[in-house]
């Protein structure tokens, strides 16, 4: 029964403090559809992927991606997670609904695609930033800043080699180098197109000083 899944597969956790925001709230700005297409198109996910969408909002992007991943032919070895945070209670509330929809409709297949969407701080989420190996990142510049040295020291404290592949929209990350870069029109606005940043980080590993010099630009 598609309930059945509900409570692994949308759960839920709250948090009751309320920093100051990181990511677009004077309005509830959601990312557009093209551009989320043009984040599945540049990171094709691998079956040890766990996909974090920090300041996920109603959780349109993680939703498309894994209905996306679920009509392809090809079946990962096990479920790909997909992650998505945010301080606001009622978008998470929308989200989870959403999600619990799509597996009742049959656009969600557990055994390919696990969501998890937590209401909370951002800053408490290093637990689940270091479970992340994709990012997708709608965050004003200040947020980057924040999130940055977190990804950052993910890298340090895994036990393995790790890599760690990461899109930003509007804003790129401070002081890091996009591989590609790229505006994508928006059906929404017609002759808008706005930008969209991917990175990569680790692989050869982490080195200290640069976790060390994120954690210090974060803490200016």
């Given at each position: 029964e598609p309930?059945?899944?509900?409570?692994?597969?949308c759960?839920?956790?709250?948090?009751?403090r309320?920093?100051s925001?990181?990511?677009?709230?004077?309005?509830?700005?959601?990312t557009?559809d093209?551009?989320?297409?043009?984040?599945i198109?540049?990171?094709?996910l691998r079956d040890?992927?766990c996909?974090?969408?920090i300041?996920?909002?109603?959780?349109?992007?993680?939703?498309?991606?894994a209905?996306?991943?679920?009509?392809?032919a090809?079946t990962?070895?096990?479920p790909?997670t997909?992650?998505?945070i945010?301080?606001?209670d009622?978008?998470?509330?929308?989200a989870?609904?959403?999600?619990?929809l799509?597996?009742?409709?049959n656009?969600l297949?557990?055994?390919?695609?696990?969501?998890?969407?937590?209401?909370m701080?951002?800053l408490?989420?290093?637990?689940?930033?270091s479970?992340g190996t994709?990012?997708?990142?709608?965050?004003i510049p200040?947020g980057?800043?924040i999130?940055?040295?977190?990804?950052?020291?993910?890298?340090?404290?895994?036990?393995?080699q790790?890599s760690i592949?990461?899109?930003?929209?509007?804003?790129?990350?401070?002081?890091?180098?996009?591989i590609?870069?790229?505006k994508?029109?928006?059906?929404?606005?017609?002759?808008?197109?706005?930008?969209?940043f991917?990175?990569?980080?680790?692989?050869t590993?982490?080195t200290?000083a640069?976790v060390?010099?994120?954690i210090?630009?974060a803490?200016?």
């Open positions: 309930h059945a899944h509900t409570s692994t597969l759960r839920t956790t709250a948090s009751l309320r920093p925001m990181i990511a677009p709230r004077k309005k509830l700005w959601s557009p093209a551009v989320i297409d043009a984040v198109e540049w990171m094709p040890t992927d996909v974090v969408d300041g996920c909002g109603d959780g349109r992007c993680i939703l498309r991606w209905k996306h991943l679920c009509q392809q090809r990962p070895q096990t790909i997909f992650v998505g945010d301080i606001d009622d978008r998470i509330h929308v989870k609904e959403a999600c619990r799509a597996i009742k409709s656009e297949d557990p055994t390919i695609a696990q969501l998890e969407f937590h209401a701080n951002a408490e989420s290093q637990d689940i930033v479970r994709v990012f997708f990142l709608y965050l200040r980057l800043k999130i940055k040295p977190m990804i950052f020291k993910a890298l340090g404290e895994a036990s393995h790790k592949r990461c899109a930003t929209y509007m804003s790129p990350m401070p002081d890091e180098v996009a590609r870069h790229e994508i029109g928006v059906m929404h606005q017609t002759g808008a197109a706005w930008p969209l991917y990175y990569e980080f680790g692989g590993g982490a200290e640069a060390a010099t994120s210090a630009d803490n200016q």
